[in-house]
């Protein structure tokens, strides 16, 4: 009989605990922070080489976030950023040369520099005050691209690729949240979309100069046509992004 009410006092005591818990997790419902990542950015591609120098990438992103208690376990997490990514390829040199016509040398750097606006919907589930987990969609919207290239413009031609203007894809990531608001995480996310629209039919571009002739018996130097170097091994299926986030972050 006494264990019977030693029983029944434990499991009230549970359930007034756990009311108190979820009272706690409900009495502020929506929060708002800031979140700064930092980033590693890979372009994914089955073409030899893909559309941004390099191929890798760093960047950062701010946002703005909210958070949404659903319960003392469950949150939503939406936030909207600006995320900047950069690409600068290693000091590359290129040459051309035909048989009686001059040889075109540049060197340099090639840089793309590119600016989203980020916005992921994230679903959260909590161990409070040890971990978290999220998962959800990345909607980006493309605002810039820059591009410099050592190539001079008129030995260039660019008309394979458009950038998209809307992109999606998937992100995962886990995390810690400090008692006084901090947290810090870790994210993991995949592009579904294409970032570039793909003309197949050509190379990803054309570096042309003149040929020049000495005619023998006159000593006279003729310019008479045009000659083309079409790289065709830029051309790929698809052209993709992932990319690592660390990231801290603060709740008002």
Request: charged share 20%.
């Amino acid at each position: 009989m006494l264990f019977e009410k030693m029983m029944k006092v434990a499991a009230v005591v549970l359930l007034l605990a756990g009311g108190a818990e979820s009272a706690a997790a409900t009495d502020r419902p929506l929060r708002l922070g800031t979140h700064l990542n930092l980033s590693k950015v890979n372009e994914i591609t089955d073409a030899p080489w893909g559309v941004y120098a390099d191929g890798v990438g760093s960047g950062a992103t701010l946002s703005f976030d909210a958070l949404y208690q659903l319960s003392n376990r469950f949150a939503l997490h939406p936030s909207v950023g600006l995320d900047y990514r950069y690409f600068i390829s290693d000091d590359q040199q290129m040459g051309v040369s035909c048989d009686g016509c001059s040889e075109s040398l540049w060197e340099g750097d090639n840089k793309d520099y590119l600016l989203y606006l980020e916005i992921p919907v994230m679903a959260q589930f909590q161990i409070p005050e040890i971990i978290y987990f999220e998962a959800g969609p990345v909607f980006d919207f493309l605002l810039m691209r820059k591009s410099e290239f050592y190539i001079p413009k008129e030995h260039r031609q660019d008309k394979c690729h458009d950038d998209r203007f809307f992109g999606a894809g998937l992100s995962v990531g886990l995390g810690h949240e400090f008692s006084f608001g901090l947290f810090v995480d870790v994210h993991l996310s995949y592009q579904l979309t294409d970032v570039v629209t793909v003309n197949k039919t050509c190379g990803s571009y054309t570096v042309s100069g003149w040929n020049s002739r000495t005619d023998n018996a006159t000593g006279t130097e003729s310019v008479e046509k045009e000659f083309e170097y079409i790289d065709e091994g830029m051309v790929g299926s698809y052209y993709l992004f992932n990319k690592i986030q660390l990231g801290i972050g603060y709740w008002f």
